[in-house]
């Protein structure tokens, strides 16, 4: 895929909710750079969806009525190599998320996620291929998944910004800096900028 033609990213939902299907097409039509090519509701759906649709990016539901994304994943990459796969789950504490990445996930995104965090993030692993979103716990466990725009915002961080330059950059106001840096410290576990720093790149996501 070449986003750079201007052409917007093709995206293909799969979700056996109808209102979450609904939801996230409304959410995502709304965004000119990106255009739902088509649904798939069911685990038998998916791959001739989107070896029809040839989609983007996939953005995947962790449960599919008695199958899990991770079983799914594989026969995506191989039937699409070039196509990304984000994870869309409301539990992110389930051990199928890591799975998931295991798998090839490109990047997890949880269903709360606002619809600038749905679309910055749908982008990103268009441009990138990857989403570093997964906070481990001790025991290799995820627990945690920060969202796209605390990425951004933690990433910023790390490069020294400060909280009216970080909501300059982001158009956010400074409040909601620091709405985003107490979420991320939490996630992280970090009492100040100093440690999220330390612990993000412990983790991998710097």
Do not use: C, W
Not at 24 to 34: C, E, K, W
Not at 38 to 64: F, I, K, N
Not at 125 to 135: D, E, H, S
């Amino acid at each position: 895929m070449d986003i750079t033609n201007g052409e917007p990213v093709r995206v293909l939902v799969v979700d056996d909710h109808p209102v979450v299907r609904d939801g996230v097409t409304a959410q995502l039509g709304a965004a000119r750079s990106l255009r739902v090519v088509g649904y798939a509701g069911s685990a038998a759906d998916t791959l001739p969806a989107a070896r029809e649709l040839r989609p983007d990016v996939v953005l995947l539901d962790l449960r599919l009525g008695g199958t899990l994304a991770p079983e799914i994943i594989p026969d995506l990459l191989r039937a699409l190599p070039g196509v990304k796969v984000v994870l869309f789950t409301a539990y992110p504490e389930h051990a199928g998320v890591q799975a998931a990445v295991d798998a090839g996930a490109h990047g997890v995104l949880i269903k709360d996620a606002a619809r600038g965090d749905l679309v910055h993030a749908i982008l990103t692993v268009a441009r990138t291929g990857a989403l570093p979103t997964v906070v481990t716990g001790e025991n290799g466990a995820p627990s945690q998944v920060i969202a796209p725009r605390e990425y951004e915002l933690l990433r910023r961080v790390a490069l020294g910004q400060s909280n009216p330059e970080i909501a300059a950059a982001m158009d956010i106001s400074r409040n909601t800096v620091k709405s985003y840096l107490r979420s991320v410290l939490q996630k992280l576990g970090a009492r100040n900028r100093v440690e999220a720093i330390a612990r993000a790149r412990e983790l991998g996501l710097l």
